[in-house]
């Protein structure tokens, strides 16, 4: 049976779109920003369905950049550094990327039970983003842990070794970019299968 259907219900997925577009127009100034806004607005729109699994997903993609914005951010660890103390201060970077990657693995891989356990009144389903998401945090992890061994090897060793020192930004990008896909798209299926994308009208919801 199909729901009743107003345009108050189109101003959402409108707003993704159109948040989802000024990602492709500057993505280097505005990227941590968008991604803050989509993400929550996919959160937005969760809870307008009261869908607790786009919910949780949302707010286990938002974890990641809120502690990476609180540790980098706020000066608790500089992202400058002298050449004396390069590899101190590396080590100190990429672990923090490290530990915090690591952080999200566990309850991205475990989300459908821990969702069941702490909201059980709530209708909790394994999604496709349950099957990638997790994949992308431990892609993450790998990313930081080899960029702290070739740290070592660069600083400590004297190797001339850059690669993933100069791709460690480039795929973080990529990972929160394929988040956003993910959480776009899961969002739009799940307000297909509520709405089934039927025609709006002038007439409030009963």
Not at 28 to 37: E, K, P
Request: charge should be positive.
């Amino acid at each position: 049976m199909k729901k009743n259907f107003s345009l108050g219900d189109l101003l959402i997925p409108y707003a993704i779109v159109a948040v989802g577009l000024l990602v492709l127009y500057d993505i280097r100034f505005h990227f941590y920003l968008i991604y803050l806004l989509i993400v929550l607005t996919v959160f937005i729109l969760g809870a307008r369905l009261k869908d607790i699994n786009i919910c949780a997903l949302s707010l286990l993609a938002i974890v990641p950049f809120t502690l990476e914005t609180a540790v980098f951010s706020s000066g608790l660890i500089s992202l400058e550094s002298s050449k004396d103390q390069r590899l101190l201060q590396n080590t100190l970077i990429f672990g923090a990327h490290f530990l915090i990657d690591l952080i999200i693995v566990f309850p991205l891989t475990y989300r459908v039970e821990l969702t069941k356990k702490l909201f059980p009144k709530f209708k909790t389903r394994y999604t496709f983003a349950d099957a990638i998401m997790p994949w992308l945090a431990i892609f993450s992890v790998c990313m930081s842990f080899a960029a702290l061994v070739e740290n070592y090897f660069r600083n400590a060793k004297g190797a001339n070794l850059t690669f993933f020192f100069y791709s460690f930004d480039v795929s973080g990008y990529l990972i929160y970019s394929a988040n956003c896909l993910i959480l776009l798209i899961l969002a739009a299926v799940t307000y297909k299968e509520a709405y089934d994308y039927a025609l709006p009208s002038l007439r409030k919801k009963r």
